[in-house]
């Protein structure tokens, strides 16, 4: 669910294939079950897809927003009204009063959720009891993702006749406590996930990894321009490589150099300096909002893209490989070819370079 929802932007949108995007839209709606999208479907009819994700129901507004955006016919918006907007009130629903996983919106407007060993957003890396990289809580990336869907929601109320007011409520209490807590002062960025102890007290992570980029690439965002232009200089400094982003600083004591060796040694890096192609597209889109597109923004995003294009005659042919190691980051790891890294890679491509030149 969470690869298909930032895949699609790239690989149905501006390549037109429209039909396709109705279909997988589609689908997944008779999927929702307690306001939560699958991860995983099975191989087997007999067996229950796995919903253990925090962010595929929050990708999935983004996605049906970005449809419109391409399409925006009369007949688009029927089909979001007739097929889809009821899935979309119960995920709000849902997310709002509580679901699995301990997934529900706290006093502050914010979404917390998973603890223990529950491993939610895409930084999901689990070996037996060790937790690689535990986010439970309020993930950054969440709740940039549950700001855009209120107001995707807020504006579909409008154009079906719909009350909106309490998506648009909810949107501005959401965006007041993200701005007071989120806001790192000291690394002038954002925290990456908020846990609260059973003492009362929350537990602040200030690592600096990629997952505050979508606070400002999304298409609603919360924060004021010079706090998304530090965003972006933080994640360029830190965390950027010509074939994707880090996952973690390089200057953090914890950071794995590379993506290699035997399976636990893989895992133990995956998201912990390991690079991922896919996040390029949300950098790529941030650093050209911040830049307002200016023509040399514009030109040294074509030049983060050609990288790519150099890349994609090697290894699998025409293909982007999901991760490269996090130093010398010029051979392709993990998936050969992955449907995200594609995706993103040519979504930016497509919106944040072309239009502009």
């Given amino acids: 669910g969470r690869d298909t929802m930032i895949a699609l932007q790239g690989l149905t949108l501006p390549t037109k294939r429209f039909k396709d995007t109705r279909q997988i839209l589609e689908s997944f709606s008779w999927f929702v079950k307690k306001g939560m999208l699958p991860n995983v479907f099975p191989n087997s009819s007999q067996d229950e897809p796995m919903y253990n994700t925090i962010d595929a129901a929050l990708w999935y507004f983004y996605s049906v ?3 419109l955006e391409y399409t925006g016919g009369k007949e688009d918006y029927e089909f979001v009204e007739k097929k889809i907007y009821a899935s979309l009130e119960e995920i709000i629903h849902y997310y709002k009063n509580g679901t699995e996983f301990n997934i529900h919106m706290d006093a502050d407007g914010l979404i ?5 060993k529950d491993q939610l957003t895409w930084m999901d890396v689990r070996v037996g009891e060790w937790v ?4 439970h809580g309020k993930a950054v990336e969440i709740n940039a993702l549950w700001y855009n869907a209120l107001c995707v929601m807020a504006k579909l109320a409008v154009r079906y006749d719909k009350d909106a007011t309490e998506y648009e409520q909810m949107a501005e209490v959401t965006k007041k406590s993200f701005c007071e807590k989120f806001w790192n002062e000291e690394k002038q960025c954002l925290y990456d996930c908020i846990e609260s102890r059973e003492d009362g007290t929350e537990h602040y992570d200030d690592s600096i990894r990629p997952n505050q980029i979508w606070a400002v690439s999304l298409p609603f965002t ?11 200089q933080v994640v360029y400094q ?7 982003i880090r996952s973690l600083s390089n200057e953090d004591p914890r950071y794995q150099k590379e993506y290699i060796g035997k399976l636990i040694k893989r895992d133990g890096a995956y998201h912990m300096g390991t690079v991922w192609a896919y996040i390029s597209g949300g950098f790529i ?7 307002d597109h200016s023509i040399d923004a514009t030109k040294k995003a074509k030049e983060m893209c050609e990288y790519f294009a150099q890349h994609m005659e090697d290894g699998c042919l025409n293909g982007i490989a999901e991760v490269f190691d ?19 890679v040519l979504r930016a491509y497509s919106e944040d370079v072309l239009p502009y030149l």
């Fill in 222 to 232: 919360m924060l004021p321009r010079e706090q998304e232009k530090k965003i972006v």
């Fill in 112 to 116: 917390a959720g998973g603890s223990d």
């Fill in 238 to 244: 830190h965390l950027y490589t010509p074939y994707g």
């Fill in 65 to 67: 927003y970005k449809y």
């Fill in 326 to 344: 996090g130093d010398f980051s010029c051979t392709g790891r993990g998936c050969y070819t992955q449907a995200w890294s594609v995706g993103e």
């Fill in 132 to 135: 690689v990289t535990p986010r």
């Fill in 285 to 291: 889109t941030a650093y050209c909002k911040v830049h």
